[in-house]
């Protein structure tokens, strides 16, 4: 007779992303390069190819700062957010008064702890902030989140200590500009609207504007002049379609369910 064993917890996303990339998985992982260096992902957000790849070596960067604070305070300081998490209760009174709490006056590891609460808790998973850099996604209304998820907490501080994993809020441009000869690149960035009423910009203060895709595409440019290999995921626009015309490109088939009209939810073309 076989005694069973628990599986030990898997490092997998901490969040729940809108955009995120879990379904799309299946089109992304066939697509990486067997072998290669150090992992670089400038548009982190939820990290879901990351979590499956799971590089020994790479650099993860966003420019939204508590975010990073939070992978940074999971990969140092997990007790103190798992203990900060369980204070939090799903109730629309209380999820209110922890989103009016501005996160710069919080210690580091409550602030991780807001902003996994706030993910766990909001409509949709969706990080939206406004004009002024506050968070302002409505309650999710969900009978029972799972709020505290310490196993996968602590799955994932384990792994960010057992690699080389930097984070950072750097621009793209910066992180792109120093890859190594031999790194991957995963460029995950704010889609191309596919028109004018679909335009998401709550993520950061100021968007990603149809300049900052040029600006893109022309990092692009310059990686495969200099022979990194990497894969871009936006949406099959007529303009990213032009801005790309001379790169590989597959149209795919993905979910998505971030719209207020929910006739308009579903399948999308993205590349």
Known sequence: MSVKTKKAPVAKPILKWAGGKTQMLG???PRVPKTY?????????GGALFFSLKPENAIIADSNPELINMYLQ????VDDVIECLQKYENTSEMFYEVRSLDWHTLSKAEAAARTIYLNKTCFNGLYRVNNA???NSPFGNYRNPNIVNASVLRAVSAYFNSADIRMTTMDYAEVLKNVPR???VYLDPHYDP???TASFTGYSRGGFSREDQIRLRECCDDLNARGIKFMLSNS???FILEQYAAYNITIVK???AVNSVASKRGDVDEV
């Open 27 to 29: 089109e992304l992982l």
């Open 37 to 45: 260096g150090r992992y670089i992902e400038p548009f982190f957000g």
């Open 74 to 77: 999971v990969a140092h300081n």
């Open 133 to 135: 850099g506050e968070f």
């Open 182 to 184: 031999g790194a991957f």
């Open 194 to 196: 596919v028109s004018e």
């Open 236 to 238: 099959a626009t007529e």
């Open 254 to 256: 993905a979910k998505r």
